[in-house]
């Protein structure tokens, strides 16, 4: 029913989800078995990647050969967390982000509905993941790089900048 509910918000939005170098998808993989839960991975710590040891949703950027955004995002997925969700599992796309540190890099959130959680098997891009119940989360500031952001704080997991951003527009469409 949460995933019905969820489909109907997201579907009147209409997006231009061609690929483009400036264009990038991640995949927010949700459970509903016992509680409603999202997929989160913490990303290995790499002097290369601008959200090097962050928690994140599985994703990146596009290439020339995928179709659109979403085989970008089940692509990407696969690359990180070893698991490729079908068409018919998305719910909807959350909408057109902008990450603050690569503004002109536009992210689309593509929303899977998942009957059973997958197994994971991690990429060396990606260092640990957490199914997080999405009730469980509070919202909270801490200091980062000497910089105070807000987030969500589930566990040891701190989610700020992007991800919370995304994670804060999912939890306003639940």
Known sequence: MIFENLRLKLINKTLDLKV???RAAVSILLSNHEELEALYVKRTFNPMD??????AFPGGRCKN????????????TY?????KFCREDIIGILGVFNPLNEPRLKVYPVV???KVKPQIK??????????????KLKFE??????????????????IWGL???ITMKLLENL
Request: hydrophobic share 40%; charged share 30%.
């Open 112 to 114: 899977v509905g998942l």
């Open 141 to 158: 500031g801490k200091i980062i790089n000497g910089n105070f952001v807000e987030g969500y704080l589930y566990k040891d997991y701190f």
């Open 79 to 83: 690359e990180e967390i070893g698991f």
């Open 122 to 135: 991690l990429s060396r891009e990606i260092r640990d993941y957490m199914w997080i119940p999405l009730k």
């Open 50 to 55: 601008p959200w090097s040891g962050q928690v």
């Open 163 to 165: 991800t919370a951003r």
């Open 65 to 76: 050969y995928d179709v659109d955004v979403i085989e970008t995002a089940i692509r990407e």
């Open 20 to 22: 483009d170098v400036n």
